[in-house]
């Protein structure tokens, strides 16, 4: 008989945005029934952490698996046994979002990895005027504002966190081992990084 069980989703980077995010809470069936289009949980090699991917083929060498965020399958094959279970909804915040699997599941990913290129190539073009602009400063010349964000300091195991907060919103960290800041857009516009603390 399945059982329903709880995992937390911490993932790889955006594999599979947008069905899943880092942080997400999945319910999978502890079932040995897989089908193509299924997202299914297996654990990691090179770490103790989960991984979702979705079924795209099931032969004798066993399971195929790939990100809906990704051009490629995985190079991994799976065996059955070393799938922990199929995902079939994700907790994000206060909404239960249903994760299709099977027919659906494969259509929807199809959809997702023939848009992927095109969104990738939009979200480049983007990028690259969204640093340029600024790295020029332009924004922070014509606005008639001056933002000023106020720097917080955490004693983390491995070093000095610093995080960017304006009002209660956190806008940028510093981790420890890194000498530069991360700012989240459109925030760069408008703060010149060099004004803050090292």
């Given amino acids: 008989?399945?059982?329903v069980m709880q995992i937390k989703f911490y993932g790889y980077g955006s594999s599979m945005y947008p069905t899943l995010k880092a942080g997400d809470l999945l319910d999978i069936i502890s079932s040995q029934?897989?089908?193509?289009?299924?997202?299914?949980?297996?654990?990691?090699?090179?770490?103790?952490?989960?991984?979702?991917?979705?079924?795209?083929?099931?032969?004798?060498?066993?399971?195929?698996t790939r990100g809906d965020n990704v051009k490629r399958?995985?190079?991994?094959?799976?065996?059955?046994?070393?799938?922990?279970?199929?995902?079939?909804?994700?907790?994000?915040?206060?909404?239960?979002?249903?994760?299709?699997?099977?027919?659906?599941?494969i259509v929807y990913a199809g959809?997702?990895?023939?848009?992927?290129?095109?969104?990738?190539?939009?979200?480049?073009?983007?990028?690259?005027?969204?640093h340029w602009l600024a790295d020029s400063g332009m924004f922070?010349?014509?606005?008639?504002?001056?933002?000023?964000?106020?720097?917080?300091?955490?004693?983390k195991p491995?070093?000095?966190e610093m995080q960017l907060l304006l009002?209660?919103?956190?806008?940028?960290r510093r981790i420890p081992g890194n000498s530069k800041w991360k700012l989240r857009p459109p925030f760069r516009l408008f703060i010149d990084e060099s004004s803050l603390p090292d």
């Fill in 1 to 3: 008989m399945a059982t």
């Fill in 33 to 64: 029934i897989v089908t193509v289009g299924d997202v299914v949980v297996f654990p990691s090699i090179e770490s103790k952490r989960y991984i979702a991917h979705r079924v795209v083929s099931i032969g004798p060498e066993g399971v195929k």
């Fill in 73 to 105: 399958d995985d190079a991994r094959v799976l065996q059955y046994s070393e799938i922990t279970g199929v995902v079939i909804s994700a907790h994000r915040g206060s909404r239960t979002l249903k994760i299709r699997g099977g027919r659906l599941g």
């Fill in 111 to 130: 959809m997702l990895w023939k848009w992927n290129p095109v969104y990738h190539g939009l979200f480049d073009i983007v990028r690259i005027t969204y």
């Fill in 140 to 155: 922070r010349r014509l606005i008639p504002f001056k933002v000023n964000p106020r720097v917080v300091m955490f004693n």
């Fill in 158 to 160: 491995d070093g000095l």
């Fill in 167 to 172: 009002g209660r919103r956190v806008i940028g």
